[in-house]
């Protein structure tokens, strides 16, 4: 579920502005387009306006980014039109300029990266505007070349001659950049980020995930795990293995680091995946300059001089595993830091981050739960803040078995959603996750409450021990189709 849908409103009210203010211009500036302009000027915005045209339709593809693809259509095709009829429209620059937005819709879709189709988008609106502006303050020159001084005093105190109506459109222009600014978002849609604190159950759902990548997106898997004593147990086969024979696989000692990435393909998009199991806790101070210290003293450790090389590449698990294989000694001594700032690294990358909670605390939400929910989401709060809007966010409630019997549940029903709606009123109690619904106004936030095995029976506070009663789980997902939804 999306946590509000009041960010959607926003945007709407902004792309009926933009057309609005679009038809505005075109009407007031219609005069000024005329067909015996420059070639130049005509081939420039005949490309301009057919570049953000055909850009918007990959930014339409992805959800983040669609308001902005909206908005762009809703500016730029009356341009089109008006263009047209005035005869300032030039061909082979519209032609030049579909073709170049095409190919970088093209290459977005097929990449999964509409971080880089917004940064050029906003880029082409910063050079369109100023070119757009110059053309305008042309004219105000023409204008006024031949009057004299007393004469444009006169024509901008009428408020109903031309250089008040260029002025004014120059004044539009400045709004449509700062929205299109402001709305036109993209993010690195292939890349997932998986985070959660110990047991919250981030191997259950990554064992999950490795059933769908490989089953249904072509999937593989890449990891690196540094122990002294748990290498084989933290394997992923091994896992599944422990899984088939009815056992949970073992816990992470404080000092093991498992860094799991499983990539594929869904249509022709690529998809990828990101776990990181630290048994350790590594949920404190993510702050830049605690960040940068440590880039700094991993640096030192592995005689790296070019910081800049290490902190593009600290994100890479390759990079990490050469790490591993050439500073043997090092790496041993320095597993926290290189998990923290591996970790840093994927919080700032990721285009879409999971976060995780335990969903034993909402059995024990009043016998120490709620407490513990309470740090949690300040601490996510406080993450989401760091890191920007340029994302999408996602928390997702593991083990809802242990809250309701699942048996009888179809995942895609009323009853689902009706228990991940009472979930969330739940959290509602909680300030900390108050203040998440309230960024949700301004970020896309979604919640989903999942199961890896829905054949679990819940477990009363009377009942025994939580892990005890886990001890037959099987791999059934109950809506983990929900989170592939919103990862791919």
């Known amino acids: 579920m999306k946590i509000s849908e009041k960010h959607m409103i926003f945007e709407l009210i902004l792309v009926f502005l933009g057309f609005l203010l679009s038809l505005i211009f075109l009407y007031i500036g219609t005069p000024y387009w005329v067909s015996d302009a420059a070639w130049y000027i005509k081939l420039t915005l005949s490309f301009f306006i057919a570049s953000f045209i055909f850009s918007s339709s990959g930014m339409i593809i992805e959800a983040r980014s669609r308001a902005g693809g909206v908005f762009l259509l809703a500016i730029f095709l009356p ?110 849609a292939y890349d997932v980020f998986v985070y959660g604190p110990s047991r919250s159950g981030k191997t259950l759902l990554l064992l999950a995930f490795y059933n769908q990548f490989v089953n249904f997106l072509g999937g593989r898997r890449k990891e690196i795990i540094v122990s002294d004593k748990n290498i084989e147990s933290l394997k992923i086969e091994n896992m599944l293995m422990k899984i088939e024979n009815g056992e949970l696989p073992k816990s ?23 776990f990181v199991d630290y048994g350790g806790e590594l949920t404190n101070d993510f702050s830049p300059k605690n960040y940068g210290e440590i880039i700094e003293d991993l640096g030192k450790r592995f005689n790296i001089a070019e910081l800049k090389i290490l902190k593009q590449n600290i994100g890479n698990i390759d990079f990490i595993i050469s790490l591993r294989d050439n500073h043997k000694n090092e790496f041993a001594d320095s597993v926290e830091k290189v998990t923290f700032a591996h970790i ?70 009323k009853e689902a959603e009706r228990i991940e709606r009472e979930i969330f009123d739940l959290f509602c109690e909680i300030t900390t996750f108050k203040e998440i619904v309230n960024m949700a106004s301004q970020i896309p936030i979604y919640m989903y409450t999942v199961s890896v095995d829905a054949t679990m029976m819940p477990l009363s506070m009377e009942s025994g021990n939580l892990e005890d009663n886990r001890r037959y789980l099987k791999i059934n997902p109950w809506r983990v189709g929900e989170i592939g939804k919103f990862s791919f």
């Not at 990721?350 to 024990?364: C, E, Q, R, S, Y």
């Open 252 to 274: 992470n000692l404080r000092t093991d680091l498992a860094i799991y990435v499983l990539t594929g393909k869904k249509e022709f998009k690529p998809v990828e995946m990101t």
């Open 79 to 188: 341009f089109v039109y008006s263009f047209y009829y005035n005869g300032f429209l030039r061909t082979d620059g519209f032609v030049l300029g579909m073709l170049e937005g095409i190919c970088f819709s093209l290459y977005s879709y097929f990449n999964n990266r509409y971080d880089k189709l917004a940064v050029y988008l906003r880029r082409f609106i910063t050079l369109f505007f100023v070119f757009t502006s110059l053309y305008l303050v042309q004219i105000i020159s023409t204008i006024t070349s031949d009057a004299s001084p007393q004469e444009v005093q006169e024509f901008m105190s009428s408020g109903s001659n031309d250089i008040f109506k260029v002025m004014i459109l120059i004044g539009i222009l400045f709004m449509f950049c700062i929205i299109l600014n402001k709305l036109v978002h993209g993010i690195r």
């Open 344 to 413: 840093y690294k994927r919080f700032e990358s990721a285009g879409k981050i999971i976060f995780l909670v335990d969903g034993d605390h909402i059995v024990t939400y009043h016998n120490g739960g709620r407490n513990e929910l309470t740090r949690l989401f300040g601490h996510y709060a406080n993450i989401i803040n760091l890191f920007g809007k340029e994302k999408s966010y996602s928390i997702v409630v593991t083990k809802t078995d242990q809250y309701k019997d699942l048996s009888k549940i179809i995942e895609d029903s």
